[in-house]
Structure formats: structure tokens, C-alpha cells
């Protein structure tokens, strides 16, 4: 089971006044702070068929919702390597989701609409992923659950594994919310994905951007009156920190319960075999027969 623990615990922010970024502007009424402040979310990896199927069943229900298809990918991609899938969770409820989809030979799934542009990013020399599947519950309007689906999955992508760009498909009508909120820039044009049956626009968002606003913003909520975006919203640095090990020490613990344990040796390394060890031991009998008339 891959990182089965939670990854982060985290209270939900009152003040909601937002527009989640799978959502359209028309959308039910933001909880009241009363309701909203004092409870805590999870993060966590969907390590497991049960959170796999709640992740597949909130992006399918908010594609329907949005008019978008939906298709679930093999179980075999999901286990990959190449691919984390991040839910939220109130209680037993999953009330967010993204896939993080990490570059290898067959390519991303932003290769199918975009190969030009990726394939000039990889001659580039850069490391590049995707966030993919995003989809939060229309009830739910926290900033802190949307920042903390992108921080979680950041530290995953940049922190534990290398990449330094993020791709992204998003609808032509959301492009100035993730620009403004994130600091993405367009580098494809507006194409038919044929995955969802709507137009999509390549996003792209250089992790050391990401970086510095953490560093600047990540932490502070309350600046979130001042700074028009979702970083204050994001974890501190400290915080990043406390979740890198704790990622770390899992992944190591995962690798220590998969290798098989070698059987430990019948002596010490200082002793010799236990049948070269019979000379010594005979060695006063040999005395007292040497002596015999």
C-alpha cells in the first residue's frame, strides 16, 4: 500500500468567498463560517480501491454536472509509478480530488492535444508533470482544500521527485481564474479534447514560481484580502517541510516492508562455522587418551 497514512490534517478557512476551479461561477450559496470553521479536511493519497472509486465517482459526478464526459482510467495506470491520485476528505466523505501524472517514454496525456508544445518543453530540457482529474465538491467552497490538493501534489512533483514544470488542460473560460490564482501561462492554443468533449487551452506553471510565492504567501490566510491568489492559502514553509519527511520516512518505510528480509546467520561474524568449532572442544579429550599407558 502506497503512503497509507494522511498526509495532512487541516482546518477549513471561514471567510469562502470563491469559485473552486472545476466549478462554474453559478454555484450554491458558500457555507456559514459557524458551520465551516472549526472543522478539519484530510488529504490523502487514494492508496486503495475504496478511494479510488470515491475520487472516480466525484469526477465523474462534477463532469455530468459541468456537461463534460468522463471515462475512468485502467487500474494499471492508476498504480503506476507514474501517477498519484489525491483525494479530500471530511470525515469519510471525499470532497476533492486530483491525479498528478509524471512524465515517461509513452508520454502525458497533455501529449494526445498538445505534442508540439510538450514535446519543445522536453527539448528544453525541462522535467515536466501533470495535474490532472481535478474536480471538488460543490458544497465545498474553501480555498484551503483547493490549496492544499495543489500543494500536496507540488511537494510530490517538485520536492520528492525532481519536476520543475507543471502542464494543465483547463477550459478557455477558466484561463485568467488560474493565471491570476497560480501563475500559470497559455502556451497552446484553444483545441477540442475529445476526452471530455470540450475545448481546453495548455496551461503551463514553472515550479520556482510556485517556489517563491510559497516562501512569500504560503501560511498567511490573512493576507488573503491583500493578495489576489490562492498561495496565502497554501501551507508555510515550515509547514512543506514537516509534510516532505513525513512523505520521505513513509516512501522509505514502503520500501523496507517490500524487500524480503534475509534469514539471519546461524554464528556470529567474529565465530567460525559450527563444524570447525568441534576441534577445539575435543581438544581435552585428545590430552587425557595421549596420556593412557
Known sequence: MLFSNTIITAPYEGNSNLMPLILEETQPAPLAEANIGHRLFKIRAADCDGRR???????????????????????AAVDSNNRITLIAEDHND?????????DRPEGLFVDDLFPAEVEALRREGRRICEFT?????????????????FHVAYIYAHRLKGFDCL???????????????LGFKTIGPERLNRRVNAPAVLLCLDFA??????????????????ERSLYPYFFSIK??????G????????????ATPRRMPSPYRLDEEPLAQEQT?????LQRANALRP
Open 53 to 75: 472509486s470515491s475520487a472516480n465517482i466525484l469526477v465523474s459526478r462534477m463532469y455530468a454536472w459541468r456537461g463534460y464526459q468522463s471515462t475512468v482510467a485502467p487500474a
Open 94 to 102: 471525499t470532497i476533492g480530488t486530483m491525479s498528478i501524472g509524471f
Open 133 to 149: 482529474k481535478l474536480a471538488v465538491d460543490g458544497v465545498v467552497r474553501s480555498k484551503r482544500v483547493l490549496a492544499s490538493l
Open 167 to 181: 502542464l494543465i488542460e483547463v477550459n478557455p473560460r477558466h484561463v485568467r481564474y488560474y493565471e491570476k490564482m
Open 209 to 226: 514560481h510556485a517556489h517563491a510565492q510559497i516562501e512569500r504567501f504560503g501560511g498567511q490566510p490573512e493576507l488573503g484580502s491583500v
Open 239 to 244: 509547514e512543506e517541510a514537516g509534510i516532505v
Open 246 to 257: 513525513r512523505l520521505q520516512f513513509t516512501a522509505l518505510r514502503d520500501v523496507r516492508r
Open 280 to 284: 577445539p572442544r575435543s581438544a581435552p
